[in-house]
């Protein structure tokens, strides 16, 4: 039982975070394009030649913000396939002194801690992308209950704006958060297995 839940847990890590990389692959070629773009519309000012031909030839409008959404979606997708696979920075000064009970106490602690800094980021990013209600406003919880689909559209309507392209800012914190409930879950799924190594040695 739990090495199918393994399996499924380590298969959609490695989907989520091949999604992340398709990402970065877009944001590298994206910044290709723009900078390219920018150099050859340096070049024609250069030798005062700009024809009507290529006058689309500039920088990609809102490259910026566009890179930013990129990276932080390969690095939100990152995060599951890195706790799974315990991908983060540890040092390992003295683990070879302690016996290999004593580490696997260290990886269950630092699971926990992880799982920890998890939850909490989940609960950021949720009151980011529901704020709480201003003024006279129901809560988020009572609309949603009382299926007001309305109200809940129009204040996501009246949500941020991104400053150069105007996109909608509550998408991404949507997506953002779901990464992150995956990364919560696999957390706790690592205490877990960090509980039963510890149980069984």
Not at 83 to 96: E, P, Q
Not at 132 to 145: C, K, S, V
Request: aromatic fraction near 10%.
């Amino acid at each position: 039982m739990f090495d199918r839940l393994d399996h499924l847990v380590r298969q959609s890590c490695i989907a989520v975070a091949v999604i992340g990389g398709f990402g970065l692959i877009a944001t590298t070629i994206l910044t290709c394009i723009s900078i390219l773009l920018k150099l050859i519309r340096r070049m024609m000012a250069a030798v005062d030649w700009t024809p009507e031909a290529l006058s689309w030839v500039r920088p990609i409008l809102g490259e910026e913000e566009l890179v930013q959404y990129g990276v932080a979606l390969a690095l939100f997708a990152a995060l599951p396939y890195v706790m799974y696979s315990k991908g983060h920075i540890t040092v390992d000064l003295f683990t070879s002194v302690f016996g290999s009970r004593f580490n696997r106490v260290l990886d269950l602690v630092g699971d926990a801690v992880l799982a920890v800094l998890a939850y909490l980021l989940f609960t950021r990013q949720w009151t980011l992308l529901f704020k709480p209600a201003r003024g006279d406003d129901a809560p988020w919880a009572t609309e949603i209950l009382a299926g007001n689909w309305a109200e809940i559209a129009d204040r996501l309507r009246d949500n941020q704006e991104s400053q150069i392209l105007g996109l909608k800012l509550w998408p991404t914190y949507l997506v953002a958060e779901l990464l992150t409930a995956m990364f919560l879950a696999v957390a706790v799924f690592c205490v877990l297995r960090s509980a039963r190594a510890l149980r069984g040695s």
